[in-house]
T-cell receptor, first 114, second 114 residues
Framework: DGGITQSPKYLFRKEGQNVTLSCEQN?????MYWYRQDPGQGLRLIYY???????QKGDIAEGYSVSREKKESFPLTVTSAQKNPTAFYLC?????????????FGEGSWLTVV | AQSVTQPDIHITVSEGASLELRCNYS??????LFWYVQSPGQGLQLLLK??????LVQGIKGFEAEFKRSQSSFNLRKPSVHWSDAAEYFC????????????FGKGTTLSVSS
């Protein structure tokens, strides 16, 4: 089945360590997004990419990095510079071309810093 | 500044009663409007979307929403709520042009009482 796969579902990280969250889609979508979700805060955009080898910062990009070497993959690295990394992270994708195209979401990854 | 406001953080509705979730937006261009639903610990699922035309749009699971430009609102409604509708609901707005990401509200948590 087509969809977006995020892994791992749950991840624990020690302070000072970088961690990478995986996002893979087999929908042949051009655009991919990373959102962070905190209780009562809704979804906040971290990074997005409209095409391979190109990406843009969202509203809260500090302390995060991404790459888009392949169309189907958009991994997110949470670096030690991110002061409050504990959150629920959502990856999304859309066929692109217009905001009107439906955005599909993965099941999310829980990151806890211990 | 572009923004989405969901005034109600938490709403409780009796099963079988009607539901209205409020959404107000501030957007300079012609907005594309969306409602998403999220079950605990899961990704988001699109309920419905509005681009143009008939201001009353129908979605999945018996939901509908009405776009009122004069009030900058896009409220979600359901005539009769089921216990399975308990979830968090997000309103989102975007621009027509490609290369932009959606802006989400902070969400409304719906509880359904028996």
């Amino acid at each position: 089945d087509g969809g977006i796969t995020q892994s791992p579902k749950y991840l624990f990280r020690k302070e000072g360590q970088n961690v990478t969250l995986s996002c893979e889609q087999n929908l042949n979508h051009d655009a991919m997004y990373w959102y962070r979700q905190d209780p009562g805060q809704g979804l906040r955009l971290i990074y997005y990419s409209q095409i391979v080898n190109d990406f843009q910062k969202g509203d809260i990009a500090e302390g995060y990095s991404v790459s888009r070497e392949k169309k189907e993959s958009f991994p997110l690295t949470v670096t030690s510079a991110q002061k409050n990394p504990t959150a629920f992270y959502l990856c999304a994708s859309t066929i692109g071309g217009s905001t009107g195209n439906t955005i599909y979401f993965g099941e999310g990854s829980w990151l806890t810093v211990v | 500044a572009q923004s989405v406001t969901q005034p109600d953080i938490h709403i409780t509705v009796s099963e079988g009663a009607s539901l209205e979730l409020r959404c107000n937006y501030s957007y300079g261009a012609t907005p594309y409007l969306f409602w998403y639903v999220q079950s605990p610990g899961q990704g988001l699922q699109l309920l419905l979307k509005y681009f143009s035309g008939d201001t009353l749009v129908q979605g999945i699971k018996g939901f509908e929403a009405e776009f009122k430009r004069s009030q900058s609102s896009f409220n979600l409604r359901k005539p009769s709520v089921h216990w399975s509708d308990a979830a968090e609901y997000f309103c989102a707005v975007g621009a027509e042009q490609a290369g932009t990401a959606l802006i989400f509200g902070k969400g409304t948590t719906l509880s359904v009482s028996s």
